[in-house]
Every structure is written in C-alpha cells, then in structure tokens.
C-alpha cells in the first residue's frame, strides 16, 4: 500500500507542512484533518481586516484556495475532531469512530495557553 501521512490541525502549520511535502516531492497520500468546518482561515486577519471587511469577500481570508488541495492531491477532512492515537498500530480515531491508519503524523494542532492555577484572575 502506498505512503500515508495524516497532518491533524488544517491552519498555518498543518497545511504549510503539507504543502513542503509536495514541494519536495513527497507523492504519497496526504489528509489533512481539522475540527472547523470548512476552508481553512488565515487567522491574523481575522482580528483585523475581517471586522472591516464588506462580508463579500471572505474568500480572501482563506488559507488556500479551496481548489488547491485537489490541485495538491491533498485531502482535507474538515468537522471532524481527532480523539486519540494508537502508535502501535498507527491509527488515528476520529469522534465518528473512524479508525486512519497512517505512516507518518504530524501533530499541527496549535497551542492554547493555561492559566495558572495560583493566578487570581478576578
Ligand atoms: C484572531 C487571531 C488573530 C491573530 N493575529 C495574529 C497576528 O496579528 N500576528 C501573529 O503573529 N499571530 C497572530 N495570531 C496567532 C496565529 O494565528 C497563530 O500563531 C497561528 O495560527 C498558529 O498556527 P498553528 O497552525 O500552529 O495553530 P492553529 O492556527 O491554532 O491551528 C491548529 C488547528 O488544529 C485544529 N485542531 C486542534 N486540535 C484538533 C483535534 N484534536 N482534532 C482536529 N483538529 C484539531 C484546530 O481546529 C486548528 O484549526 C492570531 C490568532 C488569532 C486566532
């Protein structure tokens, strides 16, 4: 069976990795999963220019256009949320109880700051 990697987080990290792989020649098969639904957002703009923007552009927000991915031959599995991984076996299980196997996963999934617990935030 051919190469698989599967890329869990479809914003700057996630799809920049995938699209390196591409650029260097990587031909086996690459999903890109995501718990947002849709067309992947840059983010920066969003606390910016979004506000002032018309609401019809929006598409100038997107990451990559929609059809780069297949341009890429790369899968993108939007809605759905990554609930653990089995390195023995490889596989991803996804919050619809699908099971993805894998080769490779690249971990893109951000970071969110913790509040320290002794911190009075009141
Ligand atoms: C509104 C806003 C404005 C910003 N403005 C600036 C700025 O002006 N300048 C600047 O330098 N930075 C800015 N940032 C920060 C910048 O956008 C982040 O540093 C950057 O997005 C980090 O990219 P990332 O791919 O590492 O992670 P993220 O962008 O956080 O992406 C991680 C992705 O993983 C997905 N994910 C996480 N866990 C799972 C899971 N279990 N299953 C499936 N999917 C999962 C998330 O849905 C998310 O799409 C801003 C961020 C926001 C939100």
Known sequence: MADQIIIVGASHAGISCAEQLRANGYAGRICIID???GAPLERPPLS???????GHGDAKFHLRRPDWFAAHDIELLDG???VSIDPVQKQLNLDDGSPHGYDKLVLATGAVPRQLAA???S
């Open 80 to 82: 759905r949320d990554a």
């Open 119 to 121: 911190a009075d935030w």
């Open 35 to 37: 718990r947002l639904v």
């Open 48 to 54: 910016k220019a979004f506000l002032q923007a018309d």
